[in-house]
């Protein structure tokens, strides 16, 4: 059990910690934020250089979930702690065994969405834009999929307005010695002691000099072990790796397309997920992707094969090319018509 030492007694290159955080991106530096602040000792691996610092949500538009906030309610938007409750329900079902906790976390999500949400974010100095957006709007019915009314609040700055304040708190952690970010430290096992995961352990990758996005060299110049007291997996999803997209695959939307572009870097692998399965930890629902429609391929790409979103209406028309090829297809994420989507 790892024991919290005083900042000024802290080795340079400690290998236990009260926690290890895997993964810097946004959820990475939110939970190092608030282990800090609690006057944990933290440690943060992360397999990309530190110019990628921030994950995927730099890339973002910043868009979040607020309930009967006051740019709604500046728009004459009625919303409510007990509708948006009962939207999210209707989008998740939670019909299956192994939902009981995915509901409960919608539950308190729900409630820090209506309550310190956004008081929290203001006082980090986060900003948001007047005009809400009615983001994967709902399908008309009380119950049904979706949003009932507009929830999409924009960040100022999108994506990087939003890691500016968590990215700014955790500098100020190292700066007291309370939490350490480890870039190029890719994790290839989470270490169990009993029935607890008490570390990891991985490789140190060379440096790189790749810009954001752009792929980084994976050769290995030592190995890496760190003890923590908790271990918690933040490193994204398998948008990167369209094998796995195709693996995991929902029967109900019929065969894979046979091309994706890709929303996401290729170092949005999805290789946590199957490492944190073979510790004893239950990855759940994974047929339950979420991926975009309109997906086309980006102009100016910063990573093979880029992919972007269209932002069109709530009913699209969508044309083939060639004409013969014709059809109405849902602008929603998750249409099993379109073939092809941005993986994400």
């Avoid at 709604?72 to 938007?77: C, E, F, H, K």
């Avoid at 890719?186 to 995961?197: H, I, L, M, T, Y």
């Avoid at 996401?264 to 944190?276: F, K, N």
Wanted: net charge neutral; proline share 6%.
């Amino acid at each position: 059990m790892a024991v919290t030492t005083p900042a000024a007694r802290l080795p340079s290159m400690a290998t236990e910690a009260d926690a290890v955080v895997v993964g810097a991106g946004l959820a990475g530096l939110v939970a190092a934020a608030e282990l800090a602040d609690a006057g944990r000792h933290v440690i943060v691996v992360e397999q990309e250089p530190e110019q990628s610092l921030g994950g995927q949500a730099f890339w973002s538009l910043g868009g979040l979930f607020l309930v009967d906030s006051p740019e709604q309610r500046r728009l004459g938007v009625k919303d409510s702690r007990d509708l948006a409750r009962q939207d999210w329900y209707g989008s998740a079902q939670f019909d299956r065994p192994e939902d009981y906790w995915p509901r409960r976390w919608a539950e308190a999500y729900v409630d820090f969405a209506a309550g310190e949400k956004r008081a929290w974010l203001h006082a980090m100095g986060h900003r948001l834009f007047p005009v809400v957006g009615w983001a994967e709007r709902g399908d008309g019915r009380a119950d049904g999929h979706g949003n009932s009314v507009p929830r999409f609040h924009l960040t100022w700055g999108t994506g990087p307005g939003l890691v500016e304040p968590f990215e700014r708190r955790v500098r100020q952690a190292v700066d007291s010695g309370l939490v350490e970010l480890r870039f190029r430290h890719c994790v290839d096992e989470v270490v169990v002691s009993g029935d607890a995961a008490t570390g990891v352990r991985g490789r140190v990758l060379e440096p790189s000099a790749a810009e954001r996005g752009r792929p980084s060299s994976r050769a290995a110049v030592r190995d890496f072990e760190i003890h923590a007291g908790a271990v918690l997996v933040t490193s994204g999803g398998i948008g990167g790796d369209h094998e796995l997209v195709r693996r995991a695959w929902p029967a109900r939307l019929g065969t894979p397309p046979a091309h994706m572009v890709a929303g996401v870097p290729a170092h949005v692998d999805g290789r946590m997920l199957q490492i944190t399965a073979d510790a004893g930890g239950r990855v759940i629902n994974p047929d339950r992707m979420w991926h975009y429609v309109e997906g086309l391929t980006n102009w100016d790409p910063v990573w093979e094969n880029h992919g972007i979103r269209i932002l069109p209406g709530p009913s699209s028309l969508w044309l083939d090319a060639p004409p013969r090829h014709r059809s109405r297809r849902s602008a929603r994420s998750g249409s099993g018509s379109a073939r092809r989507r941005t993986a994400r």
